[in-house]
Every structure is written in C-alpha cells, then in structure tokens.
C-alpha cells in the first residue's frame, strides 16, 4: 500500500511539471508572434508612407504637364491679354510644383537611406521620377526662354509702333497745318468784298468821295462783307433801288428782282465778273 501511495503522488508530479512547460513554450510563441506583428505593422507603416510620397510626387508631375500644355496653347497668342494672365499664373504653379517635387524627391531619398528595407526597386523609381521632373525642369527653361524672346519681341514691336504713331501724329499736325495753309491761301485767292449802302453812308465811310468809288485806298474796309467768289454767287441788297457803283465786266452778272421787288445780284461768270476787282460797291435808297 506505501508503495501504491508513493507511485500515485510520482505520477502526479510528473504530469504538473508537463503542464507548465507547455504552458510556458505557448507563452513565449505568443510573444513571438506579437513581435513579428509590430515589425510587420511598421513595415507596412513605413512602406505606405513612402508609396504616398511616390504618388503625391506622380500626382506632381501630372499636374505640371497639365499646366505646360496650357502654356504651349497660351503661347501661341502672347500678345492677348487674357493669355497673358494665364501664362503668367501657370509659370507660378509650375515654379511652386517643381519645388514642392524636389523637396518630396528628396525626402523620398532621405525615407529610403534610413529605411531597412532592401529596396533597390524603389531606389530606382525615385532616379527615375527625379530625371523626369528634370526634364520637364529643362522643357521649362526653354519654354521661359522663349516667352521671354518673345515677349522682348513685342515690347521691341510696341516700341516701333508707338515711334511710327508718334511719326504719324506729327505727320498728320504737319499735313493739318499745310492743309490749313492751303485752305487759308485759297480763301485769300477766292476772297471778295461788298458793301451797299446810301449814298450819304458810303460818303461817311470814304467808300464814295466826290463822285468817284473807291477813289483811293482810304476808305473804311471794315464796312465791307467778306465772301467766297466761289461760292457766293447771289447777292441781296434788300431794296427797290440799287445801283452798282463799281465797275464789272457785262455779261457777267444780271441783277433781278425777287418776288418782294427787291433787288438781287447774280454772278453767272465770277471769274470774269472779279476780274477788274474784288471790291463790289452798290448804291441803295
């Protein structure tokens, strides 16, 4: 019966040192487990920022290509106002994306040295975003260039037009004036002179001085009515009565009543009827 009783409690001490070893192995696999986890999570956390990166960069890069196309069509018409903002706003989100991609290629380069992964693949896809963002970096500068040619072109293009504006302006006060001349002299040519009156006022004006007109050249000039030969070809004296003093070719002129009785002069040939003089004297009651 001892013997029975010590086997049982051996036995029994066997299996409770079975159960805490197994206990203890699922334990430090549990911890294993959850270890590799947290790695795995902040592989994952790490590789999804660096992908973020990669995309806000693609992302960049398409927008920039986006905006060079706008500016390739706005180029085409430099001189239009409407293209000129467009070009200049576009020119500013290029400069401001460029740098915003340089700045993420850079970080990229920075996440990639300071991560562990083996990641020559990635290393590779950031080479290859950072040579396209040169080259649009290159079409840039050349695209700059030539709007800023062309824009030199169209400030050395307004400058001419303003110089032949300002020649023309002055052409034209030249031409104004010389017309002005011309005008002026030819009214001089063309210009006659009349005057009707009684004669006690044409004697009081020295027109009429002891019976002869115009007997010398002082008599008031001022009493006279200024006209054109070419143009004034009637002349009314507003009187039943009038009489012309000074002498005029016949054939020349008829004077004729209008429907009042009174008297009108009309010049059928004024070159001839100016001929002996510019100075028309009529004597009126």
Not at 164 to 169: A, G, I, P, R, S
Not at 198 to 210: C, M, S, V
């Amino acid at each position: 019966m001892k013997k029975l009783g010590f086997v049982t409690i051996v036995t029994m001490l066997l299996a409770s040192c079975g159960q805490g070893q197994q206990t203890t192995d699922e334990s430090a696999i549990q911890q294993e487990r959850d270890s590799l986890q947290r790695i795995i999570n902040e592989k994952d956390i790490e590789l999804n920022d660096i992908m973020g990166t990669f995309d806000e960069v693609q992302e960049g890069i398409r927008r920039i290509n986006e905006a060079e196309g706008r500016l390739t069509i706005a180029e085409s018409n430099p001189e239009s106002a409407s293209n000129k903002e467009v070009i200049r706003e576009n020119m500013q989100f290029i400069r401001e994306a460029m740098q915003q991609n340089r700045d993420m290629i850079a970080q990229l380069k920075d996440k990639l040295r300071a991560s562990s992964f083996n990641a020559e693949k990635l290393r590779k896809t950031v080479e290859n975003l950072q040579a396209q963002i040169e080259t649009q970096n290159k079409r840039i500068q050349e695209l700059e260039a030539t709007l800023a040619e062309k824009d030199a072109q169209l400030e050395a293009q307004g400058e001419q037009i303003n110089t032949l504006n300002e020649n023309v302006n002055t052409l034209t006060e030249e031409n104004n004036k010389k017309a002005d001349t011309v005008a002026s002299q030819e009214k001089q040519l063309n210009a006659a002179w009349f005057v009707f009156g009684t004669k006690n006022e044409l004697k009081e004006q020295k027109i009429l001085q002891k019976g002869d007109v115009l007997r010398d050249g002082d008599f008031n000039k001022d009493y006279f009515t200024q006209i054109d030969i070419r143009y004034d070809k009637v002349i009314k004296f507003y009187s039943k009565s009038a009489t012309i003093l000074s002498n005029h070719p016949s054939g020349s002129y008829q004077m004729i009543k209008d429907s009042k009785g009174l008297y009108e002069l009309h010049i059928s040939d004024p070159v001839k009827f100016w001929s002996t003089g510019r100075y028309l004297v009529v004597q009126v009651k």
